[in-house]
T-cell receptor, first 109, second 116 residues
């Protein structure tokens, strides 16, 4: 089977840096992706890692360690609009996307 | 492109009624996914199609649920008969899956289902 674990909630202040971790167990692992979802909205794609290392996209970076079955999303220079839920998702070789339970990020002024 | 289009956006029905949710994926995408989201269970993958063929329906909760994709531009998720525990937001998502894909799914705005 497949399973992903993320913290349920993280709180940080504006301007700070926050890291959201994700550990996974899956067969046929292909890659790890991250999605953002605001309340009442749809998930939107943030980043994807197929290889070990860090991928940077503006204020957001994502890291993957395939040997540790672990990844994280790093959000820098936090803004109030970053308050949302963040999901990691594993992609298997059959292009199946399984999502974690999500981390609710609260950004305080 | 208009993105993934789902209908209806909201549906309120009574227990025992049939519910049909519809999805139009992004043109050119070859994979389509149906997810259900609740507070308790998060985003659950119900079924996904590749090139209109169902690949994995192991997430479909029970026989009351069925999904079809008669062509590349349309899919339906049907619940018959509906029960209160089916109340959730149902998302359709599409992607262009190929070797070395980017992991990017494009989600519709969702269909919020309430079964009384």
């Amino acid at each position: 089977g497949q399973s992903l674990e993320q913290p349920s909630e993280v709180t940080a202040v504006e301007g700070a840096i926050v890291q959201i971790n994700c550990t996974y167990q899956t067969s046929g692992f292909y890659g790890l992706s991250w999605y953002q979802q605001h309340d009442g909205g749809a998930p939107t794609f943030l980043s994807y890692n197929a290889l070990d290392g860090l991928e940077e996209t503006g204020r957001f970076s994502s890291f993957l360690s395939r040997s540790d079955s672990y990844g994280y999303l790093l959000l820098q220079e936090l803004q109030m609009k970053d308050s949302a839920s963040y999901f990691c998702a594993v992609t298997s070789g059959t292009y199946k996307y399984i999502f974690g339970t999500g981390t609710r990020l609260k950004v305080l002024a | 492109d208009a993105g993934v289009i789902q209908s209806p956006r909201h549906e309120v029905t009574e227990m025992g009624q049939e519910v049909t949710l519809r999805c139009k994926p992004i043109s050119g995408h070859n994979s389509l996914f149906w997810y259900r989201q609740t507070m308790m269970r998060g985003l659950e993958l119900l079924i996904y199609f590749n090139n209109n063929v169902p690949i994995d329906d192991s997430g479909m909760p029970e026989d009351r649920f069925s999904a079809k994709m008669p062509n590349a531009s349309f899919s339906t998720l049907k619940i018959q008969p509906s029960e209160p525990r089916d109340s959730a937001v149902y998302f359709c998502a599409s992607s262009f899956s190929f070797r070395g894909d980017t992991g990017e799914l494009f989600f519709g705005e969702g269909s919020r289902l309430t079964v009384l």
